[in-house]
């Protein structure tokens, strides 16, 4: 397993100290959060890419994907039962496969809970059947980039679609893309499976999974908190997962530096 941090919980940082401070602490890669790169950032310069490439390449971290695909947009859903927003919301994400293969990354995670909340009315099933065709229509184009897109079960507290690891599966099993597979997250497997989270790895089995996020219940980093994530190594290393762990925190903690020294610690 490789170790990566989520670079929007160094707020207002520069990329190059995100990326030194990243490399110096034993990162090897960094994930970002679109909306970190500017109000529109399928919308950036061939050279604005370049730039901010080279800002982590130049201290030894790769930027691995992206993640928080659809935060801090407005009127995009994946879920949506209305054409307009359906398209919109296909152009964006295609923008973001593009933006992501000239940053050099190789995935995609796909939570955005307020961007697939069902609407009013909405039946699970007709939900489950546009966010399919949606992704089928993506992956692909991500697939061609050299892109996984991973989408994310979040806990019933954040979104009232795909909440379980199960769920997760069903709608990767329903797009039946080798670019399209399963992300699981500590945090939310906390909030919304009836096991703890090492039996939901060992179950899923590593049939489906292709990306992680290691945080605590509690909103900060491994190790902060009081939950044990012990088991939750030995269930990865067990279902043979040897890809990226992505540090993802929501709370301001100690510091964005402390926060992703004692994440790393925990996790080697």
């Known amino acids: 397993m490789k170790f990566a941090v989520c670079n929007e919980m160094f707020k207002g940082w520069p990329h190059g100290r995100v990326a030194e401070t990243a490399a110096a602490l034993g990162y090897e890669g960094v994930e970002l959060a679109p ?40 009127g995009l859903s994946i879920v949506a039962p209305d054409q307009t927003t359906a398209r919109r919301t296909s152009e964006y994400l295609f923008g973001l ?28 099933r007709d939900a489950l059947d546009r966010a399919a065709r949606l992704f089928k229509n993506l992956a692909p184009a991500a697939g061609e980039a050299g892109i996984t897109i991973c989408f994310e079960p979040l806990a019933p507290a954040e979104t009232n679609f795909i909440n379980t690891m199960a769920e997760g599966t069903g709608l990767v099993q329903a797009v039946d893309h080798p670019a399209f597979r399963l992300h699981l997250d500590v945090k939310a497997m906390c909030g ?15 049939r489906h999974l292709h990306h992680f996020h290691a945080n605590d219940p509690n909103l900060l980093g491994p190790g902060m908190g009081e939950f044990d994530f012990a088991p939750v190594a030995e269930a990865l290393k067990a279902v043979g997962y040897d890809r990226w762990v992505s540090v993802e925190t929501f709370a301001e903690g100690p510091g964005p530096e402390e926060t992703a ?5 925990t996790l080697k």
């Open 97 to 124: 496969v593009g933006l992501c293969r000239d940053l050099g990354g190789e995935l995609m995670v796909l939570g955005s809970p307020k961007q697939r909340t069902l609407a009013p009315g909405q039946a699970p």
């Open 261 to 265: 020294k004692r994440s790393i610690m």
């Open 35 to 74: 909306f970190t790169l500017g109000p529109s950032p399928i919308a950036l310069s061939a050279g604005e890419r370049r730039a901010v490439r080279a800002a982590f390449e130049s201290a030894g971290v790769g930027i691995i994907g992206l993640h928080w695909l659809l935060a801090g947009t407005e």
């Open 192 to 206: 919304a499976e009836a096991k703890p989270p090492a039996e939901v790895i060992r179950e899923e089995g590593g």
